[in-house]
């Protein structure tokens, strides 16, 4: 079946712009997870949904970022005012239940703000 | 603050030898482990996934977890160029969120 998709896979963005990433999780999976991934580093949680409710986004870096899931299935992050700091991959991971069970991740979007 | 921590490598070995990678957390009500695999430039890809102490084998992957002594472990008999890659460990708590460790680079040398 199909996995989860990211979009776009890279983004080039001048600072100061706007960004949106969308991510198409797993059809069936109830909870869906963003994190941020700086090059040598592990992922990062940023935050995450069950079905449409927003339960954690305690990793979000500031109030600059912002994500939603409208109707439990496709979820957006977006970055107001993007900085040169903001530039790393953004994965996204759908899991079938809640926490701690397996999460799968998409591509990831590479963002590069110059 | 809730920690897991890797070796970050690299770890080499020559090909058909066992890898072995080692993970550490600091969470206590850790109850689910994970070993991701992530290439270069690619996004992380599950592994093997380990919920009760002792050993759980699937292929040539062996997972290890002792819950005591607060580590997981993975194991990798037979290593293949093909395994070079980052492997990343998640222990998380129940209804807490995924923590990662840094990862070890795996190299394993033809």
């Known amino acids: 079946g199909a996995g989860v998709s990211q979009s776009p896979r890279y983004k080039v963005a001048k600072r100061g712009q706007d960004v949106a990433l969308r991510c198409d999780p797993i059809?069936?999976?109830?909870?869906l997870f963003w994190y941020q991934q700086a090059l040598g580093q592990g992922p990062e949680f940023l935050t995450y949904?069950?079905?449409?409710?927003?339960?954690?986004k305690s990793g979000l870096p500031s109030d600059r970022f912002f994500a939603e899931r409208p109707e439990g299935s496709v979820s957006t992050l977006k970055i107001q005012r993007t900085q040169q700091e903001d530039s790393a991959v953004y994965l996204c991971?759908?899991?079938?239940?809640?926490?701690?069970?397996?999460?799968?991740f998409g591509p990831g979007t590479r963002l590069t703000v110059t | 603050q809730k920690e897991v921590e890797q070796n970050s490598g690299p770890l080499s070995v020559p090909e058909g030898a066992i890898a072995s990678l080692n993970c550490t957390y600091s969470d206590r009500g850790s109850q689910s482990f994970f070993w991701y695999r992530q290439y270069s430039g690619k996004s992380p890809e599950l592994i093997m996934s380990i919920y009760s102490n002792g050993d759980k084998e699937d292929g040539r992957f062996t997972a290890q977890l002792n819950k005591a002594s607060q580590y997981v472990s993975l194991l990798i008999r037979d290593s293949q160029p093909s395994d070079s890659a980052t492997y990343l460990c998640a222990a998380p708590s129940l209804g807490q969120n995924f923590v990662f460790g840094p990862g070890t680079r795996l190299s394993v040398l033809p």
């Open positions: 991971a759908s899991s079938l239940e809640g926490l701690p069970y397996e999460q799968y």
């Open positions: 949904f069950q079905n449409e409710a927003q339960l954690d």
């Open positions: 059809s069936g999976h109830v909870s």
